[in-house]
């Protein structure tokens, strides 16, 4: 009966040790897993500010070319009132000049 005892506690202590091998693998693959989680977390956050960021810099470049085609309307809208006003002085000169010949 002794040693019916002993082989039973010989077995029981076989399988406390498996399963405390069995735990502790079962720890580290939950650490490992929640690292990776967070790692994946980190790398969403970074994704989601990096198109963020690039969201606004679209924004302003959108911004900086409405600015520049405005100026350009007003420089050509410029240009061509220039062009008026120089054939209309051209006008004014051909006509000064020929009331001013004898």
Same mark, same amino acid.
């Given at each position: 009966? +002794? ?5 039973? *506690?010989? $077995? $029981? &202590? ?7 091998? #069995? /735990? /502790?693998?079962?720890?580290? $693959?939950? !650490? ?21 960021? *690039?969201?606004? &810099? +679209? /924004?302003?470049?959108? =911004?900086?070319?409405?600015? !520049?085609? %405005? #100026?350009?309307? %007003?420089? =050509? ?6 062009? *008026?006003?120089?054939? $209309?002085?051209?006008?004014? %000169?051909?006509? *000064? ?6």
């Amino acid at each position: 009966m +002794l040693e019916s005892a002993a082989a039973d *506690l010989a $077995a $029981a &202590q076989h399988e406390l040790a498996l399963s405390q091998r #069995e /735990a /502790a693998d079962a720890t580290a $693959a939950l !650490a490992d897993l929640e690292l990776r989680q967070e790692e994946s977390r980190v790398a969403i956050f970074d994704t989601v500010s990096s198109a963020s960021r *690039l969201r606004n &810099q +679209l /924004a302003q470049a959108e =911004e900086r070319l409405a600015g !520049a085609d %405005r #100026e350009a309307r %007003r420089l =050509e809208t410029e240009f061509t009132n220039a062009n *008026l006003q120089v054939e $209309a002085f051209g006008g004014q %000169r051909g006509q *000064l000049a020929s009331s001013l010949k004898p």
